[in-house]
């Protein structure tokens, strides 16, 4: 208990500290002047990653260095109608006998927990036998992974074991994640006059979300795309106008709500029963699914009808969820994670694959959607694959003593994920690297949870992984 007690604690300073991504520097200021606080020497390079050395046991100094490594942000998300700043406000923490939850909102153990891990290992470095290690906490992981991206290679350089802490199931070591792209369509908005005499806001919310590479193959429902799928059988049926289309919180986000404005000469009665029709199809799949039909104020501006036929057709003709399988494992797939509408139409999409070739397929298809749909396209930087190494001495390594402290052989597998391993490999192709974490459930989602009874086994992996490189 002590090790849980402790590894929470370290916890708690950083829900205190809001983090979401691009927003990092009090959290990097913090985890600067509380790593030298220990005595470690630290740097905080011109990014806000931080790089801390802990020397080696004595008699170890020829020992193998190894990186412990996190990342600081986390995606902030809450609950439909739940008052939370993400720029200013903590995370409420709850716990139970089984879990740590957070009131209202996504925890944060993504990948807080990696880093309170790796905190309580060099707070008692000097209560077991180690070689060298190098703690790095890198910065916007979840928006872009530009931490990992611009990390100087010169500290991947001169170690020779590399253990991130970012995966989500204790049971796991992950060896491969995949690549990814982000992708934003987006054109001005002509508008014109509303010419009906109603106007109502439809709320569709109670989704499941999820994370859109380690979930996406679960068939959860996207709010984006359900969303556009009533307003095409609407318009089949009946004549409205459009003057608000917004969703989703994050492009590695699976959007669980979405909220729309029309202007229409039907009845609240009229709407509320296409809602309900909508509702009926999916709601064994999604029983927590709702559509809430309330009438508002006539908006002053609706799109014009050619504006209104090209965002919904980009919406239903860009897929969103599994392109490619392999076995049970996505191995392509896409997410359409937010939209947003004002003077400008936004939609924001995080396109990933296991084999990074594949993500060329991507631009060229999107690229001719926004040709067809008169919108433009904007591609991010390509984030590489992390392709699986079978002669890796780390996976052995872990994978025995994983077995030994828990009388079972660990689940050893590749992800469809995003890692920032895939940036470190690059950086320095001889490193060995693993990915471990504790059992954190519907992260990026209000919904997060950290399975408490895993955190001790994971820290005691990790020294027992540092002593056996030592030796």
Known sequence: MEILESVLDEFKHLAAIPRPSKHEEKVSNFLRDYLKSYGFEVVQ???KNIIAEIPASCGKENAPRTILQSHMDMVCVAETGYKFNPLEDAIKLVRTEDFLTAEGTS?????GMGIAEILYIAKNHEKFVHGAIRI???VDEEQGMSGAMNLDEKYLAAAEFFINCDSENYDEIVAGSAGSIHVEFSRRI??????FSNAFKIKFSGLHGGHSGIEIHKDYINAIKITAKFLNVLKAKEKFQLAKFDGGAAENVIPSDAEIIIATDL???KISAYADDIQKIYIDAEPNFKIEVTAVEMPEKVFSDADFENLIGLILT???GVYSMSGAAPVTSANIGIISTAENVSIKILARSNVSEKLNNFTDTFAQVAKLTNFEVKFGTPTPAWNFNADSRLLKI?????????NFAPKVHTIHAGLECSFFAVKNPKIDIASIGTTNENIHSPKERLHLKTVEPQVKLIISTLEKIAE
């Open 267 to 269: 009845p609240l009665e």
């Open 107 to 111: 925890l944060g153990a993504d990948d």
């Open 398 to 406: 872990m994978a025995e003593i994983f077995e030994r402290q828990n």
């Open 136 to 138: 790095i906490f890198t």
């Open 190 to 195: 002509d508008y014109t006059a509303p010419k």
């Open 318 to 320: 860009v897929h969103s």
């Open 45 to 47: 390079d011109e990014f």
